[in-house]
């Protein structure tokens, strides 16, 4: 009896050596990394820090689903010799979903690894045309090590060389999803779960193809250890857009309204179209003006009615909206041109405007009209400002119109854009000088106000007779009285006169004086 408890001791003291060996000289393999190659093959590498060549290592992967086991397991795939340390799985599905693999000795399967399972990149990658945008999704990285991140790898059109986009620190990911580790299965009763998480990569260019993969970044013993994801890819075309808007021309009409003159090109879908305007001298002020309808390819024409342009000129600005909701501004905002005149003591009128700004200016031309006469060309230049010295003599109207055309300076061949400013008038007052004799069929054959400008309006001139009675009235500046009432000549004597006109300020002015009549 003795004997046998000795033998008893004896078998729980090796078994407790045998024990201690696979604790203290870690005989079980460690796997440190489940890699996935562009041929969705996995690497598995793993050590041993058990010094024996002759050991022996099954290589099994989970088989989610087994004929006649609902429950899936582990299977042998192969055995390869301690001399290898590392085994390329060539049949695997890592293309088309997570991959487990476990590592056996062979002498004994109990000393076995831990699980480590790949990590799945998934087929669908959400591409959003209008914010220029891939989202991915992968299935956490697992194993006895925890992943210290994830690096989001990519490359642009097959390119073998993958670049760095994002590093991902474990501790900031959020699971946006978790699947059952097995699938269905429940394996070793109780159900693992494994995270899902998702990223978006962003600011890239259209009409590329992107490859991504993802690397877990963990640790073993203080080395720093990475597993690669399968790689799956993604085309991103642009979508139709419009060319962003062009201004042809901002132009004041002759009634005060601005046109604006405009084009669109391109093709896509044009969702909107908008007005920018400010009066401030600085472009960078233009403000939301006015919504337009939908807009089409071509020609855009606008007239703003609402534009103060004999105060000030306008910079303008055609912004459309496109399919996505981007605005597209046009390239160059144009400014329209505000002219402005004054008379110098009868004998000039100064004019100054402002560039005409959106195209380079060739050439500045005067247009000036003289009452309600057509306006004529008096001047072209490349200044900003001309002194008009030719006023008009005499006899003509003092009222006087002016306003400038711009013209861009185009390419040979290329049609003529022109851009008009405002209208400005000056008006010129003197004195109406009235003889105060007369002779009828004299030299002067009519008696009549003289001024070297005409009433601005509203001019009536009166003669009257001693008695007060009307005997001349005219509304026309150039007319006069020839000294008869009713065909007949009036008789020598001290006659009356009157007239009243609106000068070019606007005020009425009125006088009266006495004439003699002489023969």
């Known amino acids: 009896m003795k004997r046998f408890y000795q033998h008893i001791i004896i078998g729980l003291s090796l078994l407790l050596i045998g024990c201690n060996t696979n604790i203290m000289g870690q005989v079980n393999p460690v796997i440190e990394s489940v890699s996935i190659d562009e041929n969705n093959h996995v690497e598995i590498q793993w050590k041993q820090l058990l010094n024996n060549e002759n050991e022996i290592y099954i290589i099994s992967r989970f088989e989610y689903f087994i004929p ?78 925890e992943p210290i991140s994830y690096v989001i790898k990519a490359s642009v059109e097959g390119d073998p060389n993958f670049n760095t986009i994002a590093t991902l620190a474990q501790s900031s990911l959020t699971p946006v999803d978790q699947i059952l580790t097995y699938d269905n299965e429940l394996v070793t009763g109780d159900y693992k779960f494994t995270n899902v998480y998702e990223y978006t990569h962003s600011g890239f260019d259209p009409d590329q193809i992107y490859t991504y993969k993802v690397e877990a970044v963990y640790a073993i013993e203080g080395l720093q ?69 939908s807009g089409n390819f071509g020609a855009v024409s606008y007239s703003d009615s609402e534009a103060n342009s004999s105060q000030t000129a306008y910079w303008y600005d055609l912004a459309l909206t496109d399919y996505c909701g981007f605005k597209l501004p046009a390239v160059t905002p144009h400014r329209s041109i505000f002219l402005t005149a004054e008379a110098q003591a009868e004998e000039s009128v100064e004019l100054s405007w402002n560039a005409y700004e959106g195209w380079a200016v060739e050439a500045y031309t005067l247009f000036r009209k003289i009452g309600e006469e057509a306006y004529i060309e008096i001047h072209t230049t490349s200044a900003t400002s001309f002194t008009d010295n030719d006023i008009p003599q005499s006899g003509e109207a003092g009222n006087i119109s002016y306003y400038i055309v711009a013209e861009a300076a185009t390419q040979p061949g290329e049609p003529l854009v022109k851009a008009a400013s405002n209208r400005v008038s000056v008006g010129f007052d003197s004195e109406l000088f009235v003889p105060n004799a007369f002779k009828p069929g004299g030299y002067t054959p009519e008696f009549k106000p003289i001024s070297r400008f005409d009433p601005a309006g509203d001019y009536v001139f009166q003669v009257y007779n001693r008695w007060g009675q009307l005997i001349f009235e005219t509304r026309d500046f150039q007319q006069g009285w020839d000294g008869k009432y009713k065909t007949e000549k009036v008789s020598r004597g001290t006659y009356i006169w009157v007239y009243r006109y609106r000068n070019a300020e606007g005020r009425q002015i009125e006088a009266r004086g006495a004439v003699t009549v002489i023969y």
């Open 225 to 293: 250890q990475g597993s690669n994801s399968n790689s799956q890819s993604r085309d991103t075309p642009a979508y139709e857009r419009p060319d962003p808007p062009t201004i042809m021309a901002v132009s004041v009409e002759e009634d005060g309204s601005v046109t604006l003159l405009g084009e669109i090109t391109g093709s896509g879908t044009i969702n909107g179209l908008e007005i920018w305007r400010t009066a401030d001298q600085n472009s960078n002020a233009l403000q939301f003006y006015q919504q337009l309808e």
């Open 68 to 145: 006649g086991d609902d429950q899936g397991a582990f299977q042998e795939i192969d055995r390869v010799s301690a001399s290898d340390l590392t085994y390329v799985d060539e049949n695997s599905n890592a293309g088309q979903k997570k991959q487990i693999y476990r590592i056996n000795l062979e002498a004994n399967p109990i000393y076995e690894s831990e699980e480590m399972q790949t990590i799945f990149l998934y087929e669908t990658i959400v591409y959003d045309e209008c914010a220029l945008t891939n989202t991915i999704k992968w299935t956490s990285f697992f194993n006895g090590f």
